[in-house]
């Protein structure tokens, strides 16, 4: 029997031998175990994996290597395994944790297999360290966790489209869904990807997807998703690359897709601000230019009368006795120039006043046909040196209206002027006063040179005219247009210019809105100005005036000599002082009705003198009223003259009828 034996016991040690054969070389801790999990057999390979060598574990229990916390539930597994009868334990890997010698716990993959054998139950325990497996892919996961935290922080998202393109479904994570206003769990294709962009990108994205496929390569585009909902619009930029297999078979087309609304808001912001910066440079550059085509134009404007002024003067006042022809022909030019130079001078002043806003209007009823009358009539002998016919036509049913009445003649007199100006000889100017359904209309007309369209936007713009040149044919300031429009302005209306083009003529047209005739006078006295007087040589002199005793108070000869000449022609006595200290004096020396006084003069000037009158006594002529007549023409002028003790302002240069008017006003004599 034994050499029956014998062949069955090699035949298994032979088959032992040579698992034992593989199971010392595996680089895996592999153990026998019986059914009570005893370890019969242990590999080299756990000295490496549990820290034990081979002699030490075999014959104790494989608690020895496993936690606490596991060697229960092993138990128990086993017991049941065994209490089935069934003996076909396949292969199977599970990740469980193993116990390190050195008391740390390690994860580990374990498999086991029943094992036939003649002593009874055996198990094969194969273990694997996977404490680097682990890290790796713990680190793979931390990694890929902050890949999508920076994903979600940056708006990027991640796309992959399965080659070729067609009807299947693309592959799309959460991000670019709400890149093309989807719900996270939305099935995404071709259609839908083109569905969701804006209708003027979606050619030139297709064009651009065809030729990245085409030719294997990358893309990068920019294009907009629309919501179907809300019709809003995000911006989003596109990054793709095809990818292809070792054969070069394209194989996948992915990509990113990233938000970028709010670049694309801040370059139109960006962009916005540099047009704007840009437009406001050439505002400044053609606001410099205009000043500088502005400062040339009033030296020109003022040296031109000047010119005339001080020639026709030099030839009349030399040695030679001038003929009566020359004297009377100089008189008038010289007058002429002089009338020129102040209503440029009155141009800037009216034009500083309304920039600073302190035009006041003297408010009252007004018959507009008056008004025109008065202007037609001051620029009759203009228009009649040249040819013009000018055709007045008033509406009866255009009644009076509650404006200031020499505002707006200055209205009326500037379109006249300019209309003149313009109009060729032998032309014609039309006024027209009309009723037209809420507005009194004032409608200048002429056949004159015209506006070129590109200037009809800016003919009101002060300092602005169609010909700034040195070889321009007109002269002017460029301001008449500019006052007639704030002037219209603060009586509630407007103007506006028309003009079929050059050489075909220009209209324009005040709108008064017919509410202003039942508006109350809105300024107290105090703040009107003095209405203008008609220019020209009284030809009857006020009694008030014979005899009146008049002190004139100015440091220029010239200014003093004139106030003289004026008064002295209405029989008026005068006396005259060349400072301050010389008016008080004659002040005190003699009884006086009327004092005229300079603003602007050496040492004391004239707000000085009339604050030193005003403590006088009253037999010192404390109580004297008192003109002054100066060249600072401004509101703010006038304002300070009256509060220093004046009871008149009167603007340099003075037309003689208004001196006398205002003086004889002010004597108090019975």
């Known amino acids: 029997m034994a050499d029956q034996k014998a062949p069955a016991s090699t035949e298994a040690h032979l088959s032992e031998e040579e698992y034992r054969l593989l199971?010392?070389?595996?680089?895996?801790?592999?153990?026998?175990?019986?059914?009570?999990?005893?370890?019969?057999?242990?590999?080299?390979?756990?000295?490496?994996?549990?820290?034990?060598?081979?002699e030490e574990m075999i014959g104790e229990n494989i608690s020895l290597v496993q936690p606490e916390r596991l060697r229960e539930p092993h138990r128990k597994g086993l017991a049941r395994y065994l209490?089935?009868?069934?003996?076909?334990?396949?292969?199977?890997?599970?990740?469980?944790?193993?116990?390190?010698?050195?008391?740390?716990?390690?994860?580990?993959?374990?498999?086991?297999?029943?094992?036939?054998?003649?002593?009874?139950?055996?198990?094969?325990?194969?273990?694997?360290?996977?404490?680097?497996?682990?890290?790796?892919?713990?680190?793979?996961?931390?990694?890929?966790?902050?890949?999508?935290?920076?994903?979600?922080?940056?708006?990027?998202?991640?796309?992959?489209?399965p080659l070729p393109l067609g009807q299947l479904e693309l592959e799309w994570d959460a991000?670019?869904?709400?890149?093309?206003?989807?719900?996270?769990?939305?099935?995404?294709?071709?259609?839908?990807?083109?569905?969701?962009?804006?209708?003027?990108?979606?050619?030139?994205?297709?064009?651009?997807?065809?030729?990245?496929?085409?030719?294997?390569?990358?893309?990068?585009?920019?294009?907009?998703?629309?919501?179907?909902?809300?019709?809003?619009?995000?911006?989003?930029?596109?990054?793709?690359?095809?990818?292809?297999?070792?054969?070069?078979?394209?194989?996948?087309?992915?990509?990113?897709?990233?938000?970028?609304?709010?670049?694309?808001?801040?370059?139109?912001?960006?962009?916005a601000l540099l047009a704007s910066e840009r437009a406001a440079r050439t505002e400044a550059e053609r606001v410099s230019r205009t000043k500088d085509e502005f400062l040339a134009t009033l030296s020109h404007e003022l040296r031109t009368p000047l010119n005339a002024i001080v020639g026709w003067s030099q030839l009349l006042g030399s040695d030679g006795k001038p003929s009566p022809?020359?004297?009377?022909?100089?008189?008038?030019?010289?007058?002429r120039n002089a009338r020129v130079q102040a209503q440029l001078i009155e141009d800037l002043l009216d034009m500083s006043r309304i920039i600073s806003g302190k035009v006041r209007l003297n408010v009252q009823p007004v018959d507009l046909s008056d008004v025109i009358d008065a202007a037609v009539a001051s620029v009759a002998p203009a228009a009649a040196a040249k040819g013009i016919r000018i055709q007045?036509?008033?509406?009866?049913?255009?009644?009076?209206?509650?404006?200031?009445?020499?505002?707006?003649?200055?209205?009326?007199?500037?379109?006249?002027?300019?209309?003149?100006?313009f109009t060729p000889k032998e032309g014609r100017v039309q006024v027209v006063?009309?009723?037209?359904?809420?507005?009194?209309?004032?409608?200048?007309?002429?056949?004159?040179?015209?506006?070129?369209?590109?200037?009809?936007?800016?003919?009101?713009?002060?300092?602005?005219?169609?010909?700034?040149?040195?070889?321009?044919?007109?002269?002017?300031?460029?301001?008449?247009?500019?006052?007639?429009?704030?002037?219209?302005?603060?009586?509630?209306?407007?103007?506006?210019?028309?003009s079929p083009g050059e050489n075909q003529g220009a209209t324009f047209s005040v709108h008064l809105p017919l509410a202003i005739a039942h508006q109350h006078e809105a300024h107290s006295p105090e703040q009107r100005e003095h209405p203008r007087t008609p220019r020209g040589h009284p030809k009857e002199c006020p009694p008030a005036l014979?005899?009146?005793?008049?002190?004139?108070?100015?440091?220029?000869?010239?200014?003093?000599?004139?106030?003289?000449?004026?008064?002295?022609?209405?029989d008026a006595i005068v006396t005259v002082a060349s400072s301050a200290e010389e008016g008080l004096a004659a002040l005190r020396l003699q009884k006086t009705d009327v004092i005229?006084?300079?603003?602007?003069?050496?040492?004391?000037?004239?707000?000085?003198?009339?604050?030193?009158?005003?403590?006088?006594?009253?037999?010192?002529?404390?109580?004297?009223?008192?003109?002054?007549?100066?060249?600072?023409?401004?509101?703010?002028?006038?304002?300070?003259?009256?509060?220093?003790?004046?009871?008149?302002?009167?603007a340099k240069p003075v037309e003689p009828a208004e001196l006398i008017a205002v003086v004889a006003r002010l004597t108090r004599r019975v």
């Open 23 to 54: 199971w010392e070389t595996s680089t895996d801790a592999v153990v026998i175990l019986d059914h009570e999990s005893t370890i019969r057999y242990a590999n080299p390979a756990v000295a490496d994996v549990f820290g034990y060598r081979p």
């Open 83 to 161: 209490a089935t009868g069934e003996k076909k334990l396949n292969w199977r890997a599970v990740e469980a944790a193993g116990l390190h010698r050195a008391g740390h716990e390690f994860p580990i993959e374990i498999a086991f297999s029943h094992l036939s054998h003649e002593k009874g139950d055996l198990f094969a325990a194969f273990i694997r360290d996977i404490s680097n497996r682990k890290q790796a892919e713990e680190a793979l996961r931390v990694g890929r966790v902050r890949m999508d935290l920076v994903l979600e922080g940056a708006d990027v998202g991640l796309w992959n489209s």
């Open 175 to 271: 991000r670019v869904k709400r890149h093309f206003w989807l719900d996270p769990e939305a099935e995404v294709t071709l259609d839908v990807f083109f569905e969701r962009m804006h209708s003027d990108d979606r050619d030139r994205v297709r064009g651009e997807i065809e030729a990245a496929l085409s030719g294997g390569t990358s893309y990068e585009t920019e294009y907009r998703t629309v919501s179907p909902d809300t019709g809003a619009e995000k911006w989003v930029r596109a990054i793709g690359r095809v990818f292809c297999d070792d054969a070069g078979n394209q194989i996948g087309f992915d990509g990113i897709t990233i938000d970028v609304t709010s670049q694309k808001i801040a370059e139109v912001e960006r962009e």
């Open 325 to 335: 022809e020359d004297l009377a022909e100089g008189l008038k030019v010289i007058e």
């Open 392 to 421: 007045k036509v008033v509406e009866p049913l255009a009644g009076p209206v509650m404006g200031d009445p020499a505002r707006l003649q200055q209205i009326v007199w500037n379109l006249l002027s300019n209309a003149i100006k």
């Open 433 to 498: 006063l009309k009723l037209v359904n809420s507005h009194l209309e004032i409608v200048v007309s002429d056949t004159g040179t015209g506006l070129k369209p590109e200037f009809l936007p800016h003919v009101f713009e002060r300092f602005r005219q169609a010909d700034a040149t040195t070889t321009r044919r007109y002269g002017g300031l460029g301001l008449g247009l500019a006052i007639v429009k704030h002037l219209s302005e603060m009586h509630g209306g407007d103007v506006r210019a028309a």
């Open 546 to 570: 014979d005899g009146a005793h008049i002190l004139a108070v100015d440091d220029e000869r010239d200014s003093r000599a004139l106030v003289k000449r004026i008064l002295e022609e209405c």
């Open 596 to 650: 005229v006084s300079d603003i602007g003069m050496p040492g004391t000037d004239g707000y000085q003198f009339i604050r030193a009158v005003r403590k006088l006594g009253e037999d010192e002529g404390g109580k004297v009223p008192a003109i002054a007549l100066t060249a600072f023409a401004r509101s703010e002028d006038r304002q300070r003259a009256m509060l220093a003790g004046f009871d008149m302002h009167i």
